[in-house]
């Protein structure tokens, strides 16, 4: 066998490893914060709605009350781009794995190594998503919060 075959072979097999490693990373992340992702989420679109009403009631009161609420709604938003905007990474940077194995040179390496790349190919197929609930951590979430409220 080709030395370089080996050598490939070795290095595909660590990354593969290291890919497992990131996916069950991952999942544990996401089961741990999925209840606070949600809470926040929800009690985001909550106060959204709350306070973009009060803006409309109060809207011939103080100037400073107006403000107030503007920078408070825009403080929330703040908060939930975060979850969404790294959700989103997440999610597309996953896609990118498969494109990625594709775009390498699969072919100059060993048969066994070939199914153990066909294998993440296909898990990669499904992205990492971030699911709260019945909500999903990203920047059309972020989005959809922001227009509904």
């Known amino acids: 066998m080709d030395q ?17 490693l990131i996916l069950d990373l991952s999942n544990r992340l996401i089961i741990a914060f999925r209840r606070i992702i949600f809470v926040d989420l929800l009690v985001a679109s909550i106060l959204l709605c709350v306070l973009c009403f009060q803006l409309v009631m109060f809207s011939g009161s103080s100037v400073i009350i107006y403000f107030a609420y503007v920078f ?18 997440m999610s597309y940077e996953s896609e990118l794995v498969c494109e990625a ?10 048969p066994k190594i070939r199914k153990m790349l066909l294998l993440c190919m296909m898990r990669a197929q499904l992205p990492v998503n971030i699911n709260a609930g019945f909500m999903q951590a990203s920047l059309p979430t972020l989005r959809a919060v922001s227009f509904n409220s």
């Open 72 to 89: 408070y709604i825009i403080a929330i938003l703040t908060q939930v781009s975060f979850f969404s905007y790294f959700g989103s990474i």
């Open 4 to 20: 370089s075959l080996v050598e490939k072979d070795g290095l595909l097999t660590d990354l593969i490893e290291y890919h497992k």
């Open 101 to 110: 194995i594709y775009c390498s040179n699969w072919y100059e390496v060993s």
